[in-house]
């Protein structure tokens, strides 16, 4: 990928727009990769906003405007470092491309939040930082006779059938004798 880099200062108002057009190139032939994306990563902390790319005519248009930025990041003003990332699974790698940097100055009316002084994002999560663990509250179980008093009703439930098994041969006038035969 044969690129420029630039540095440009950005206002992010509700119309500012920073908007990039890439055709990504393998081998000197056209190449779609699987994902073309667009990200401002803050120097001071470390967090950043994505913009995903969208084809149109075998280019990526990607674009990221102040809404998006302030619902991703809240409203962080300083200088952020823009960067292109392609990736594909046909490479082992993915393409991180620094185009430049932009300073992001945000109006005074914008309603977003400011960050908190000690952001936390998944790249600088404290070894500490151990979630609790989770204690279920199960129902008691029910209450139950002793197992003496189970078996005793289980022997009571298959004498009928045990008194079938042996008065039925008897009274039909079946032969059980097992030995030599006449």
């Known amino acids: 990928m044969a690129l420029s880099r630039w540095a440009f200062a950005v206002l992010v108002a509700q119309a500012a727009l920073v908007l990039v057009t890439v055709t990504v190139k393998k081998g000197g032939e056209s190449f779609k990769p699987q994902q073309v994306m667009l990200m401002l990563k803050s120097k001071s902390l470390g967090l950043a906003a994505y913009a995903v790319g969208k084809a149109k005519n075998g280019a990526y248009v990607l674009s990221i405007n102040a809404a998006s930025v302030e619902k991703q990041i809240g409203k962080l003003p300083g200088e952020f470092e823009v960067s292109l990332l392609v990736g594909d699974p046909s490479t082992p790698k993915g393409v991180s491309y620094v185009l430049g940097t932009a300073e992001l100055l945000f109006s005074a009316a914008s309603t977003a939040p400011e960050p908190a002084a000690a952001v936390r ?6 070894a500490t930082n151990v979630k609790p663990e989770i204690k279920h509250i199960f129902r008691l179980p029910e209450k139950r006779p ?21 008065l039925l041969p008897s009274l039909t006038g079946v032969n059980f004798k097992v030995g030599a035969r006449q």
């Open 121 to 126: 994002t998944a790249a600088f999560q404290p």
């Open 146 to 166: 002793p197992s003496v008093v189970s078996y005793v009703f289980t022997l009571l439930a298959f004498v009928p059938l045990g008194a079938v098994l042996l």
